[in-house]
């Protein structure tokens, strides 16, 4: 395929995605920010954190994204007496046909809502370990695959409510992007009392999108060109976050994967076949946000980790790749 034939060919793929993202955005009025950060985790294959207070939206968001790109959906609603078995599945034993049966748990879904997944013990939440990294799921030794695509979109409300637990860093560092929704401003609050006019927002939502589509679009973000100066880029702003002096865990390896997973779709999202520093840089927050713990004395004087990474980003020298000539030289 030729270089014009490839940039026709994403272009195309980025005008049958707009239906979806609109289709979205019908339902969480005022959020398309959030909404394509959503679908720029999806498109990378990775899960999403929502993370916000009651009432805004979080699993209707989960939920309008599950609908819409047209998969198999499961939800689990996370509860403190919910144990991992009830996550991944159990084997039963038949003794008329004297063998041995494993049933699925919910967790076998192609998009999966784990919905107030912090209020479960960090026992539970881990069941999701395997298969969020490795879609998988391995009950009394025996592994069993899970269905493709597969997104864990899981939501959970800030620590400082009551009977909630903080998710394990192991676990926070599977999630590929956190995201948090935000009040709407007061505009659209009267359009969206406006809209629904006593109705749900998802009825007569129908799919914009098949699971083959979203399998074939993964494959073309995977195919998106990274210059070796973006890389190197990409990989500074992930190291200064481990050697920081507010920092008490920075941003893993599989963060650095990720952000150039995201800053990949980021760039297939905007109709284009190569990545710039600014795909990078906007995707910071939502990638490596989660991923890093600063110390207790950073904490004291007011730092957050939204400062952290805009100190951090203001003092790695940005390269001067914005076109696709600069890009593929």
Not at 39 to 49: I, K, P, R
Not at 98 to 123: C, M, T, W, Y
Not at 166 to 183: C, K, N, Q, S, T
């Amino acid at each position: 395929m030729s270089d014009t034939d490839q940039h026709l060919s994403f272009e195309t793929c980025r005008e049958e995605l707009l239906p979806a993202l609109q289709n979205v955005e019908l339902a969480m009025v005022g959020k398309s920010d959030v909404v394509r950060l959503m679908f720029m985790s999806v498109l990378a294959g990775g899960h999403c954190l929502i993370e916000d207070v009651p009432g805004v939206g979080k699993t209707l968001l989960a939920k309008a994204v599950a609908q819409t790109c047209g998969c198999e959906f499961q939800r689990i609603q996370f509860t403190p007496d919910l144990l991992p078995s009830d996550v991944t599945g159990v084997t039963i034993y038949h003794a008329e046909l004297h063998q041995f049966e494993f049933r699925k748990g919910p967790i076998f879904g192609q998009v999966v809502l784990a919905d107030e997944i912090n209020r479960s013990s960090p026992r539970t939440q881990s069941a999701l370990l395997e298969a969020m990294e490795e879609g998988t799921v391995t009950v009394d030794g025996e592994a069993h695959a899970l269905p493709r695509p597969f997104f864990v979109l899981a939501t959970q409300n800030p620590l400082e409510f009551d009977a909630t637990f903080p998710l394990p860093e192991a676990e926070l560092d599977r999630f590929l992007m956190r995201v948090a929704i935000g009040y709407p401003s007061e505009e659209d609050e009267i359009e969206l009392l406006s809209y629904r006019k006593g109705s749900h927002a998802l009825s007569g939502m129908s799919a914009k999108v098949t699971p083959q589509q979203l399998l074939t679009w993964q494959a073309q973000v995977r195919e998106v060109h990274v210059h070796p100066e973006v890389k190197a880029f990409l990989v500074q702003l992930v190291r200064a976050t481990r050697t920081h002096p507010s920092v008490r865990l920075g941003a893993s390896p599989r963060a650095g994967l990720g952000l150039l997973a995201a800053a990949q779709a980021s760039a297939f999202l905007n109709g284009r076949d190569f990545v710039v520093p600014d795909d990078v840089l906007q995707l910071m927050g939502p990638v490596l946000g989660h991923r890093i713990r600063l110390k207790s004395d950073a904490r004291i004087q007011g730092l957050t980790v939204e400062d952290l990474l805009d100190e951090i980003a203001t003092q790695i020298p940005v390269p001067g790749i914005s076109s696709p000539e600069a890009s593929m030289r």
